[in-house]
Nanobody
Framework: QVQLVESGGGLVQAGGSLRVSCAFS????????MGWFRRAPGKEREFVAA????????NYADSVKGRFTISRDNAKSTVYLQMNSLKPDDTAIYYC?????????????????WGQGTQVTVST
């Protein structure tokens, strides 16, 4: 049974940084496209970032480009999201997801497995 467990969320002041992690277990991590999504209060879930198995290809939502960095450590079956220059608008529950098709990386339906989420709150 696949499990995705996010960690590292918390409260941070605007302009600060935070790194969230997602540990994958239960099946092979090999070949998995990994993505981060978020859901802000009263809003729909939205794509944040995605990374291919090799790590050579990454993509970001326009709203986080230049501030967030997705990375992965395949030896540890873990994916990370480094968030810098955080803004109050970044406040949301952040979810990681695992799939196998990078061609539609921004679509939730691409992903087969989801974590429970970790709360990130950015104060003014």
């Amino acid at each position: 049974q696949v499990q995705l467990v996010e960690s590292g969320g918390g409260l941070v002041q605007a302009g600060g940084s935070l790194r969230v992690s997602c540990a994958f277990s239960g099946r092979t991590f090999y070949g998995r496209t990994m993505g981060w999504f978020r859901r802000a209060p009263g809003k729909e879930r939205e794509f944040v970032a995605a990374i291919t198995w090799s790590g050579f290809n990454t993509n970001y939502a326009d709203s986080v480009k230049g501030r967030f960095t997705i990375s992965r450590d395949n030896a540890k079956s873990t994916v990370y999201l480094q968030m810098n220059s955080l803004k109050p608008d970044d406040t949301a529950i952040y979810y990681c997801a695992a799939g196998t098709d990078y061609s539609a990386y921004s679509l939730p339906r691409t992903y087969d497995y989801w974590g429970q989420g970790t709360q990130v709150t950015v104060s003014t």
